[in-house]
T-cell receptor
Framework: NAGVTQTPKFQVLKTGQSMTLQCAQD?????MYWYRQDPGMGLRLIYY???????DKGEVPNGYNVSRLNKREFSLRLESAAPSQTSVYFC?????????????FGSGTRLTVV | AQSVTQLDSQVPVFEEAPVELRCNYS??????LFWYVQYPNQGLQLLLK??????LVKGINGFEAEFNKSQTSFHLRKPSVHISDTAEYFC?????????????FGAGTRLAVHP
């Protein structure tokens, strides 16, 4: 019963490098989300996908792109990493349009950009 | 638009003492309310939620929260904390109506339980 799986768990990048954070859920959820967590700022929404085939910007989308590859997978790409993108990234999913059951979160990816 | 304010960034408490973590929200529409817990180096887990009905909601690990509509608050309480409750706690809301079901989170409260 995996839930939401994120890879990798840790990553160090040099400024300007690119990488893709992977997320997969096995709960047949329709909606998926990418958040970043920074000290004292809580969780901020980067992008979300309300359903397969759709993606929308959240609160802090600059410097990121996303792909909803299929119903299970939602990836986050950093095209040219910057030190300001050092953060912990969380993927989450929810069953439907209304978050009555809240979200199920992955265990996070800790990214450091040097 | 919605916003969530967690009034304390850190709450130190001794083991077996009671604790209250405060959460206020702002919204022009009705909302669902949630509390999440994040243990060190882990993702967020749902503690409890308020959807409708009784304003006192019980969750996992002995936590409970009370919804107060007039004060737009959803404070989290536990009568007797354990060392294992040391974690960061997040309050969140989402509008009941509207096109998107995004959760809006507060900045978090770090609960430190001391022996």
């Amino acid at each position: 019963n995996a839930g939401v799986t994120q890879t990798p768990k840790f990553q160090v990048l040099k400024t300007g490098q690119s990488m893709t954070l992977q997320c997969a859920q096995d709960m047949n959820h329709n909606s998926m989300y990418w958040y970043r967590q920074d000290p004292g700022m809580g969780l901020r929404l980067i992008y979300y996908s309300a359903s397969e085939g759709t993606t929308d910007k959240g609160e802090v989308p600059n410097g990121y792109n996303v792909s909803r590859l299929n119903k299970r997978e939602f990836s986050l790409r950093l095209e040219s990493a910057a030190p300001s993108q050092t953060s912990v990234y969380f993927c989450a999913s929810s069953e439907g349009v209304r978050a009555r059951d809240g979200y199920t979160f992955g265990s996070g990816t800790r990214l450091t950009v040097v | 638009a919605q916003s969530v304010t967690q009034l304390d960034s850190q709450v130190p408490v001794f083991e077996e003492a009671p604790v209250e973590l405060r959460c206020n929200y702002s919204s022009s529409v009705s909302v669902y309310l949630f509390w999440y817990v994040q243990y060190p180096n882990q993702g967020l887990q749902l503690l409890l939620k308020y959807l409708s009905g009784s304003t006192l909601v019980k969750g996992i690990n002995g936590f409970e929260a009370e919804f107060n509509k007039s004060q737009t608050s959803f404070h989290l309480r536990k009568p007797s904390v354990h060392i294992s409750d040391t974690a960061e706690y997040f309050c969140a809301v989402t509008p009941i109506s509207g096109g998107y079901n995004k959760l809006i989170f507060g900045a978090g409260t770090r609960l430190a339980v001391h022996p």
